[in-house]
């Protein structure tokens, strides 16, 4: 019902930035919420950052004052500017919708971030 498509990952040194982008396309309405989560190398997936409809945001506090997460209502699009990058950020990031009536909501493909030197 909802497609996401991120972009934006890559190889990046540690201290360097990149900005993911998430386009969500479909059955879009009653949009709640915005996010973006990660899952390291044999981890479990974890949320990220996440917007609400309101405006309001959270960050985990691993990111906090590094990532920064915004939206582009008129575009369908979410975004993460990522910052002082550090090797532990290196995951798969993901980008998650939640619509007013969804509960665990719609997922991307993910987009790979690595930082290494």
């Known amino acids: 019902q909802v497609q996401l498509v991120e972009s934006g990952g890559g190889l990046v040194q540690p201290g360097g930035s990149l900005r993911l982008s998430c386009v969500a396309s479909?059955?879009?309405?009653?949009?709640?919420?915005m996010g973006w989560y990660r899952q390291p190398p044999g981890k479990q997936r974890e949320l990220v950052a996440r917007?609400?409809?309101?405006?309001?945001?959270n960050y985990a506090d691993s990111v906090k004052g590094r990532f920064t997460i915004s939206a582009d209502n008129a575009k369908n699009t979410v975004y993460l500017q990522m910052n002082s990058l550090k090797p532990e950020d290196t995951a798969v990031y993901y980008c998650?919708?939640?619509?007013?009536?969804?509960?665990?909501?719609?997922w991307g493909q993910g987009t790979q971030v690595t930082v290494s030197s």
């Open positions: 917007i609400v409809s309101g405006g309001r945001t």
């Open positions: 998650n919708v939640k619509r007013i009536t969804d509960t665990t909501g719609f």
């Open positions: 479909g059955s879009i309405f009653a949009i709640y919420s």
